[in-house]
């Protein structure tokens, strides 16, 4: 297997290096490729201190096989080893036969699988973090959470999203990150000063750089507030009378959260939320739009230099009155020393 491809994620990131093939095992369920089965690879591991971004791992791999690996499920486990060190556990997305017995495999980590996954979302009103989470990763990976997020009371509104957008506006909104184990286990907590690790110019190779971002001068973050009033605006949410045919535990989603649904007659609502009904039936589905209040939270660097950079942030609508102040502290302290460290 070829050099992995490494990209590093702000301050921190792991960086493995392939040798010859007879070095690298890839292990996809009971089935094991290395030597002249494993043909070439590359990987991809980033991690992001500050929750940034919730970066998917990537392992690629093209393998030779005299059994047919197209029926291969998704989200079959799958294991990287160089020179009998664990590197990192995947997930096979897709398979490709690419010749008579050569077969390309695509794999993620358990956030890609989160990024294919939806979540209906909801409105906040003081639930804790730790259930919120269950809700948003639903058994779709193994994962655990310091006591100390679990007990942050959570407001605000999510949208039907990703698993993996929802869950990257939530560590936004109390202020945990995600770090990862070689297992694939995602750990939830809150980042120490012993957690960061500075890498400095020396050990950056041929093909790598440090790229010092502009500091931020001022952090402007917008809370967000929703709730429900007598006069919100009435919409039409769904409405299949055109003859376009009859719902049948159809899925239907908002654009905004919605409260005081009604459905007409000939039409069912089976389950519903804030973001979405399943219905039944046929006729109109109307509801009432949360009224949604706005603010700006802004906060200056204490001795700003140089140009003036504005860092602002406007649809993270986990970020209400309660947590505003503390979310802009934090991006401030960020953008105001953020670099990009690559290498290749």
Do not use: W
């Given at each position: 297997?070829g050099?992995p ?9 792991r ?8 070095h690298?095992i890839?292990t996809?369920?009971s ?5 002249e ?6 990987c ?9 971004e ?10 030779e096989s005299?059994v ?9 486990a799958?294991?990287?080893t ?5 590197i ?5 997305s897709s398979?490709?036969r690419?010749?008579a017995?050569i ?6 980590s ?6 294919g996954?939806m979540h ?5 009103t ?7 989470l269950?809700?948003?990763i639903?058994?779709?990976?193994e994962y655990t959470v ?5 007990s942050?009371?959570?407001?605000g509104w999510?949208?039907?999203?990703t ?5 990257h506006?939530?560590?936004f909104a109390?202020g945990?990150?995600i ?5 694939g286990?995602?750990n939830?907590k809150y980042?120490t000063?012993?957690d960061p ?5 020396d050990?950056l ?5 440090i790229?010092h ?11 967000h507030?929703?709730?429900a009033s ?7 949410l ?11 535990n159809q ?6 959260p ?5 459905a007409?007659s000939g039409?069912?609502i089976v ?8 219905l039944t039936g046929?006729?109109?589905l109307?509801g ?13 660097a204490?001795?700003p230099?140089?140009?003036e ?21 934090r991006?401030?302290?960020y953008?105001?020393?953020a670099?990009?460290?690559t290498?290749g």
């Open positions: 297997m050099e491809v490494i990209h590093l994620c702000r301050h921190a990131a960086a493995y290096l392939g040798g010859t093939m007879n690298n890839i996809v369920g089935r094991t490729f290395t030597g089965d494993l043909k070439s690879g590359s991809y591991i980033a991690e992001s201190i500050a929750g940034e919730l970066s998917i791992d990537t392992l690629d791999a093209t393998v005299a047919d690996l197209t029926g291969l499920p998704y989200g079959e799958v294991t990287y160089h020179d009998n060190v664990l990192g556990k995947f997930f096979l398979v490709k690419v010749g017995s077969y390309d495999l695509s794999c993620v358990a956030v890609g699988l989160l990024a996954s209906l979302g909801g409105l906040y003081g639930q804790t973090a730790a259930v919120v269950a809700d948003i639903g058994g779709m990976a310091d006591d100390k997020v679990k942050v009371k959570v407001y999510l949208p039907y999203a698993r993996r957008d929802n869950l506006q939530l560590l109390v945990a990150s770090t990862k184990t070689v297992a286990t995602l939830i980042l000063a012993n690790k500075f890498i400095s110019t050990r190779y041929a093909g790598g750089s790229d971002s502009t500091p931020a001068t001022e952090a402007q973050v917008t809370e507030v929703y709730f007598a006069n919100d605006q009435t919409n039409t769904f409405d299949n009378t055109d003859g376009s045919g009859t719902a049948n899925l239907v989603t908002f654009d905004g919605h409260h005081n649904l009604t007409s039409l069912t389950s519903s939320g804030v973001n979405h009904a399943v046929t006729g109109t109307t009432k739009a949360y009224s949604h209040q706005t603010k700006i939270i802004s906060k200056q204490e001795a230099a140089g140009t950079h504005v860092v602002s942030v406007t649809d993270a609508t986990l970020v209400s009155p309660v947590n505003s102040s503390s979310v802009t502290e991006v401030l302290a953008y105001s020393g670099y990009h460290a290498m």
